[in-house]
DNA sequence: GCGCCTTGTAATCACTGTTTACATAACGCG
DNA sequence: CGCGTTATGTAAACAGTGATTACAAGGCGC
């Protein structure tokens, strides 16, 4: 889809770049299983040595791509949840909160098997090891705000471990059998509501 | 580790346990990236072309060997949380709940490549495609006893989601670098406290 | 004993990840 | 401008893989 600048014919200008879209594509096509270094190569008109030079193997590119996806996640957050509000709107901080649950639910749910790469055998955990803030961060600052608006007590680390862990297990299960008959999207906010009244039970 | 009479020395006896046994022991070894088919029969002194009288492929033997990880985490459940109480204590049904997510969160981290083959792209989502109950049908259970007990109310298929959810998104969780200092087996107790705290609020 | 089905073997195919020795473009610098 | 160095690519090769095929031999019921 995305298409990086090639230069040029020759020297192709941007193998890097050109193979980890390839394999994000892959990914979003659910076709990772069969995701093959070679394939990659022929199917940009490389042959199958020049990705070594990129990447010193397979896993390599993947964990690369694995990084992409983190800042993907990053990139979600930013345009859901504009923090530049100073305010003290309850109402307000309950629908952040709740996006942030939703930008993560919804991009697990997109990119099924991009999520897994992540938090996979290559899993940097989900610290994303980017620069950028991570989910826990994003977390953190949405539950300090409901903090400020008295809704919730100061959150502690086990709390906002807590609501990650909800939020992650809703990606997770998402489009599971067992709850087959569930809108998810509908019921985010639902789920918000419930992870909001734990905390608020804890002053 | 698990050796399965071999009943005969030619004639194997039994390819196929042998198989799987091999598959559980890679995935407990961190392997499971590395198994081979090849490397299976090989090393159970037998032909590659062997494995395939039991198996059409090698997706088939993982998603076999997913299964089993169904089987065991069923029967951690039974060695762990005995229902065979009729008894109406309210301290006893929260001590269920939190050996049952212990149970759960425990397997995930004992097993770890086995537990992400389960979820994965093989993924029979978390029912099991088992006989035996699965993870819902126990969660279902335990939140019965905590509404019969007063302490929530008759849990509704949403409530048994979070409550999932939650205990899932810890499992997964757990050894993230963002909790590297805190012990899980100490507070999966504390998180099913505030799972409870979330659902006693919605009468 | 005689078929038949199950389970194994041996050989083979196309394909993969990865390394190597070799080419060639691009770029800095005198 | 020319020249050497570096980044990037090619071609060929190696070992190992998933999977299929034709064939053999053990075990079973009749």
Known sequence: MIQTKPRDALRHGNLKEALINYTLNAADDGMLADLSVRKAARELGVSPGAAYRHFPDKNALLQCVAERGFDSLATAF???????????????????FAALAMA????????????????????????????????????????????????????????????????????????????????IAASVERQCELIICALAAQS
């Open 104 to 183: 993560y639910v919804s991009f697990a749910g997109a990119h099924r098997e991009l999520w897994r790469l992540m938090f996979g055998p290559f899993g940097l955990g989900p610290s994303g090891a980017s620069d950028r803030p991570s989910t826990y961060d994003w977390l953190g600052k949405c539950l300090s705000e409901l903090a400020n608006c008295d809704i919730i007590a100061p959150p502690r680390p086990e709390h906002q471990f807590f609501a990650w862990s909800a939020i992650h297990g809703m990606s997770d299960l998402q489009g599971s059998p067992a709850l087959r008959a569930q809108p």
């Open 78 to 96: 930013e345009h859901t949840v504009p923090f530049d509000s100073t305010a003290k709107d309850a109402a307000d901080a309950r629908k952040r």
